[in-house]
Structure formats: C-alpha cells, structure tokens
C-alpha cells in the first residue's frame, strides 16, 4: 500500500515533471554523491559548489548564489491564513486559494531536465515527544545539502512520516532564480509552505524560518507552546551547576556568538544547545523547557574571527562527517580558503570578492558579502551540551532579549516580573541588518526579535506569552541587553563578545539572588559595582553611559511604541496597554 509520503511524492511528480526523483537517506555514500554532483553542475551559469582547501577546512565547499538573491525577501513572504486578521498586520497576506493558484503556475512543470530531491527530516530530536515530521522536496542539491545540516534528514524521518498523514509539507524550486517571480507562501492551517524563485537560507531551507518559526509558532499558538527566534545555552558556573538561558535578538544581532561565547572568567563555561530557534514546552513538572529544532548552525561570516569568536573557528575546522558550506564569503586565491571581513586582519592580496571578481582593496567595499554565512553542523561544536539531544529539552533559568540600538536602551536590566518582561520583549526595537534584502541601519520595531517569523497576529501572539507565564510554575527571568549603544563618535562603548559573559554573571547572581538591584523607570538594574568587570579596562563614566536612561531618548521610543501597537488595534492585551501607560507617566507622557 502505498504510505502518504509515496503519495506526496507521486504528487509532486506530476506538478513539478522532474525528469529524475532522488529520496535522501541522509547517509555518508548520500552525503559525497550530492557533493560529486553539486561539483560538475551549474546553475544560473554558476558551478554548485567548489571544493575548498582541506588541510585549513577539511570537507568544506564553496557556493556563490545570485546575486539578486543573498538574504530573506520579507516582501515576498506571505502568510496565507484563511482571514487577514489572523495574519495580522506584521504579515503580508493572501487568500490561499489566490495564493496556491498563484504558485502552481509557477510550479507547473518547473523541474523539467531537473531532478526532484525528496528531503524527508524531523525537526527535533527524533525520540523526543517535541519533534516534528516534514518532508520538502527541492530543485537545489545546495538546499538538499544545507538541509543535510541544518536538519535530522534521513531513515528515521522516514520511518516516523511513513503511514501517518501528519506532516509538514515544503515545495521548493528555484526556478530560474528571477526576483520578480519569488515568492514564500506559508499555508499555516494546512502545514504547508510554497517557495519559488530563490535558493537562499531563510527562503530555501523550508525547515528553518518558515517551518520552525512561521508554521510552529501558529502551531504552538494552538497546542500551548512557543516557537522562538532564540538561541539555547547553558551556563556553567563554579559552585552553582548548570543554567539554561533563552536568548532572542533580531537576525545578525548576536546569536550565534552569544551560544558559542567563552567566558573571560575562567571557573564559567558556557554550553551550546542552539543558535536560531528554541521550541518551548511547559514541561510534566510545570516549568519551561526548550529544544532546538535545527541540527546545525547558518552562521553570518563576517565579524566572526579568533578574537570574536574562537569557538565557531574550531567548529568550522573541526568537520568530520557532514560536509560544511560557505556562501558568498570571499576567497583567497593564494590558499583557496574562503576570506571575510573579521577572519584575519590583513586583507589577503589575491582575493576575489564574494561575485568572484578580483577585489579591489580601494573600493572601499567589503570583499565577502554582509550576509555572507557558512553551514556547518552543530555536533562539529566543541562546546556543544552534552543535554543537546535529550527529548525533554533543558529547564529554562532566563531569557534574554536584545536589539541591535546605538542609543536608548541600556546595557542591560532586569523586568520586575513575567507580564513586565512580555511587555519590554514587546516592544524591542532593532536597527535592520543585511540578513533582510532592504535598508539598512533603520530602526524599526522587533518584538521578541519575531517580527518578520511570526506565523499569525502579533497581538494574539503577545496574549500567548502571557498566558504561557500564568501556566509556568516559576517563570524564568526575564533580561533585555544591548550589546551596541555607541558613544558621540560612534564607537560600540561595551567590548561585547566573550565580554557580555560579565553581563551573563550578573543573571546568574540575580537569578540565584546574590546580588541585588536598583529600581528605574523601566525596570531593575545592577546596583553599583556588581557587574565583574575585572581585567576590563573600561571608564567609571562609559559604564554610566552604557547604564544611562535618557529621558528625551524615551520619550521618542514611547511614540514609537505607540506608532507600533496602534497597528494591532485592540489585538494588543490590556496588560500591555497598562504597562505603557505606566511607562508614559513616568517620564512625564
Ligand atoms: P542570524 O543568524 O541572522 O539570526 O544572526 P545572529 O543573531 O546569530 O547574529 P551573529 O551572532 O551571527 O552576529 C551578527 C553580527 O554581529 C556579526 O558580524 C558579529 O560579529 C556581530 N556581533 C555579535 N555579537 C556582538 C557583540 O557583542 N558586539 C558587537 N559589537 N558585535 C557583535
Ligand atoms: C536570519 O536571518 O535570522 C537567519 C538567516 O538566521 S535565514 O536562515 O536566512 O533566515
Ligand atoms: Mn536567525
């Protein structure tokens, strides 16, 4: 009898008429045939991959994409839910019958002379009861590679989807990579995403935003659980055991080095569980628990160096099973090893820039692209936890939301309480970053770093948090930091990176009650002194500018709160309107 998957597989056979199909296991023999093939093929008049120097990183392969095509297209990406209203204004929308009809025309015989690749994966570890099954079929041996990494692909997806109807469906092409036929349509009540017209992370890799976050989070807004844009990470201090912390911040604001960050002090350890998304389920015992959907890490280049963060350098040399893959980063002729800005200090002087050009130092433009990133897997990560693939996830201490903010908001600070954290989440502002097609340095409101992966109405969303806190026996702390407040020269004022551990000791004590707090405007903060920052060589005065709160500078972010939640109409809880109109009475609004 054939199983639903078969039947899946026989469908898209007839839409998508590819001239091969190819049903990944996920083992070694798979792994070094798709490379083979993604060696000799061209797309877009572009080879797939090239193999790069092995004694600096071993297994690892080269890809440029187009370059009409390096990052998320948020105009592009539609939730389809049977109302607008579901949606909510913080996502395009379309009718899905409009929109299904919309892209099976695009996908009408799209993989002609192509072959169809059947990616059955899990999301999760496959014993867990948090798991999920998906199955996506693409046009792209990158994307069938990346997902090889980034996801549980294989038998045990296989036996688990085989004979149950229940999971979630992704279809894939690139078609012919053409920006005015791109589109990523998510289908939340019937588990289904359609994206055509771009091979790119976020847009091409179905199980990760649009499956673990705009599905899931649509999911858990039904079934009680969260969805989240969120690294996990344990904290090892010397007497207390191991903390689980959540950490949320928009794309390119400092997840992937939060997760893999080493202490400065060196009785602490920091273990890694995630970089990108946390699923959070209120466990048998009452508390918060999180796993990590992905398998792997979609890391930005750039920025990331022995000095930044030594950890991910180990992790991308340290490749033995999966194959990892650097996209659009640059290349040093003399050595063939992928080059950006961060890696090393001198630039290399026979480089080609991330289009394969020759670079030109004077340009005064960066060789590797902003969003250029390397796909690696997780279990190559030398701190990995040794919790990592437990079923029930980690107990969850704190979590932590920042933005990326060259003023207002403060180094950091605690929220007095869970529906006063929901509130700060809520209202996180960012400056936009190059992992969104778009301009860049805006400041524009994140909350909980979801914004542009939120799977349903915002404001519905908010009332989910909250009334997550009102199930959870003791509910997490809740922390907001900024690693980037600038000076009047636009220098960061806080060293960040392994630094921000002295912020993460400063949790630690609150959460275990060691320290205590001030009490200000917008919530608790560190008493004098009681950040260690030892071996730091930073001014009395810029750690005040670090703490301070500008009451002008507040005054503004409270307009902007209310431009934002006036979008949501009366979808936004009361508990959050009372908490900005206390807000608004404070400094005098
Ligand atoms: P996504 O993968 O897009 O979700 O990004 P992410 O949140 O994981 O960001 P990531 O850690 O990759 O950092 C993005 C950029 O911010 C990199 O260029 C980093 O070098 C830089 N960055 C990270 N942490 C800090 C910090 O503490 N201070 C400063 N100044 N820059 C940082
Ligand atoms: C992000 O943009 O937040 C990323 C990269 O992590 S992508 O997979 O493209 O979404
Ligand atoms: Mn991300």
């Known amino acids: 009898m054939a199983t639903s998957l078969d039947l899946f597989i026989q469908e898209m056979r007839g839409l998508l008429t590819p001239d091969n199909v190819y049903i990944m296991n996920g083992s070694q023999e798979e792994a070094e045939e798709l490379v083979g ?33 390096v990052a998320r297209t948020e105009q592009l990406t539609f939730v389809c839910t049977t109302s607008k209203e579901q949606a909510g204004p913080n996502n395009n929308w379309m009718e899905p019958k409009e929109a299904k009809e919309k892209m099976i025309e695009f996908f009408k015989g799209a993989m002609k002379g192509r072959t169809m690749y059947v990616i059955p994966f899990v999301m999760g570890t496959p014993r867990s009861e948090y798991a999920k099954n998906c199955v996506q079929v693409t046009d792209s041996v990158y994307v069938a590679l990346s997902m090889r990494i980034m996801s549980r692909v294989g038998k045990q997806a296989i036996e688990r989807i085989d004979n149950s109807s229940n999971f979630f469906r992704g279809i894939h092409s690139i078609g012919d990579v053409n920006p005015n036929k791109r589109f990523v349509m998510h289908f939340p009540e019937e588990n289904l995403v359609m994206s055509f017209g771009s091979g790119y992370g976020g847009n091409a890799l179905l199980g990760k935003k649009c499956y673990s976050l705009r599905i899931a989070s649509y999911l858990g807004y039904q079934e009680g659980w969260l969805a989240e844009h969120m690294v996990i990470m344990g904290v090892q201090s010397p007497e207390g055991g191991i903390m689980y912390f959540l950490g949320a911040f928009p794309s390119a604001c400092g997840k992937t080095n939060l997760t893999l960050l080493e202490p400065v ?87 080609n820039d991330w289009q394969g050009r020759e670079y030109d130092k004077n340009s005064g433009k960066p060789a590797a692209h902003p969003n250029s990133r390397f796909t690696v897997s997780i279990y190559n990560c030398p701190t990995l936890s040794s919790e990592y693939d437990n079923p029930k996830g980690v107990p969850i201490s704190g979590i932590i939301f920042g933005g990326r903010r060259k003023d207002t908001i403060p180094l950091v600070y605690e929220a007095k309480d869970w529906s006063s954290g929901v509130f700060s989440a809520s209202t996180i502002g960012s400056e936009t970053t190059a992992a969104a097609s778009g301009q860049l340095g805006n400041v524009r409101r994140d909350p909980m770093a979801m914004l542009p992966f939120c799977g349903y109405n915002m404001g519905d969303y908010f009332q989910h948090w909250l009334n997550i806190g009102k199930r959870v026996k003791t509910p997490p702390k809740i922390f ?8 009047e020269n636009g220098k960061f004022m806080w060293p960040g990176f392994k630094d921000n551990s002295r912020v993460i000791k400063w949790m630690l004590n609150r959460i275990e009650g060691k320290v205590g707090v001030r009490e200000c405007e917008i919530g608790l903060f560190p008493q004098e002194n009681s950040i260690d920052l030892i071996d730091l060589d930073i001014k009395k005065e810029t750690m005040e500018k670090l703490l301070k709160i500008d009451r002008e500078d507040w005054k503004k972010e409270i307009s902007m709160i209310e431009e934002f939640y006036a979008k949501f109409g009366n979808k936004i809880p009361v508990d959050l309107i009372n908490h900005l109109s206390d807000l608004k009475k404070k400094f005098g609004g």
Request: net charge negative; proline share 6%; charged share 20%.
């Open 480 to 487: 907001v930091v900024n690693w980037f407040r600038k000076d």
């Open 37 to 69: 093939i993604a060696q000799e093929s061209k797309v877009d008049g572009r080879i797939v991959l090239k193999k790069l120097n092995s004694d600096e990183y071993p297994n690892s392969y080269y890809h440029h994409s187009n370059p009409n095509d």
């Open 265 to 351: 002090f060196k009785d602490y350890k920091i273990w890694t569980l995630g970089d990108d998304i946390a699923w959070i389920n209120i466990g048998k015992d009452g508390q918060l628990y999180a796993i990590n959907p992905e398998s792997g890490f979609f890391g930005v280049a750039p920025g990331t160096g022995l000095s930044t963060n030594p950890v991910m350098m180990k992790t991308l040399k340290n490749n033995k099973f999966y194959p990892t893959l650097f996209t659009n980063t640059a290349i040093d002729n003399s050595n063939n090893t992928p080059w950006w800005e961060g890696v090393s200090n001198d630039i290399p002087s026979n480089l």
